[in-house]
């Protein structure tokens, strides 16, 4: 059983009528309902306003991995509790980042570089499969399209990734490496770009599979006990 805790700021299906019709329970609860028909995941979901973010000690030492979306509100977050999931991620769970996440004080703190990008709303994006070999990439077609999706364009400011599985292509012309794998400690890491809250990019059928083969991936059989030094680079 991998314990898979799915975590949202929950800010935009509340304050947006047309994003509550994509995600009428949530983008989190969107993802959870997706991931609990498979019987090998044992899901719970967090909010933002929730204490502590619902992301507590004993949340974190009780999950495999943790599935991260967050746009609106990340200067908001707190400072302790991202290093509190940076200290467990060093020890082992597992992080999947998705979309605007990649500006989350947790995975800054993780990887060590700005997260910044280029963007641009309204565009379609047809996603490649670059890594066809790598577990996440399992059952996911060359490539496919994406109809409407937020632009992310190069320059993205990362370290070098283990590996680049996807890569986007935009019909404006911007490319952007849309799924990216990290170690960190005893962590894997995996940001994957699509996702924007205005498009139902969470209901199609691969976007599904690839963060259920992500899940699995990520997740560290083992946690250790010990931790690792947490260092935050700027």
Not at 18 to 47: N, S, W
Request: charged content about 25%; proline content about 5%.
């Amino acid at each position: 059983m991998i314990k898979v805790t799915v975590w949202n700021e929950y800010y935009h299906e509340r304050e947006s009528a047309d994003v509550a019709k994509i995600y009428p329970d949530g983008i989190h609860g969107c993802i959870a309902a997706f991931l609990e028909k498979d019987e090998e995941f044992q899901i719970r979901t967090a909010t933002f306003d929730m204490p502590e973010h619902g992301l507590t000690e004993e949340v974190l030492s009780d999950t495999d991995v943790l599935l991260i979306w967050s746009h609106l509100l990340q200067e908001e977050f707190s400072d302790e509790v991202a290093a509190r999931v940076q200290k467990h991620v060093l020890m082992g769970m597992g992080l999947i980042a998705l979309h605007s996440a990649h500006l989350s004080k947790i995975l800054r703190r993780l990887l060590g570089t700005s997260m910044t990008l280029c963007w641009r709303h309204d565009d379609s994006e047809r996603l490649f499969c670059t890594t066809p070999s790598h577990p996440i990439a399992k059952g996911i077609p060359q490539s496919f399209d994406i109809p409407k999706e937020e632009m992310y364009g190069e320059y993205f400011d990362i370290p070098k990734p283990d590996d680049i599985i996807f890569t986007g292509w935009f019909a404006g012309g911007a490319v952007f490496r849309s799924g990216c794998t990290f170690t960190r400690g005893y962590g894997r890491i995996f940001y994957f770009q699509p996702g924007h809250e205005e498009y139902p990019v969470y209901q199609m059928p691969e976007i599904q599979q690839i963060i259920r083969n992500a899940v699995r991936w990520c997740r560290n059989g083992e946690r250790k006990q010990e931790e690792l030094t947490c260092v935050q680079i700027v």
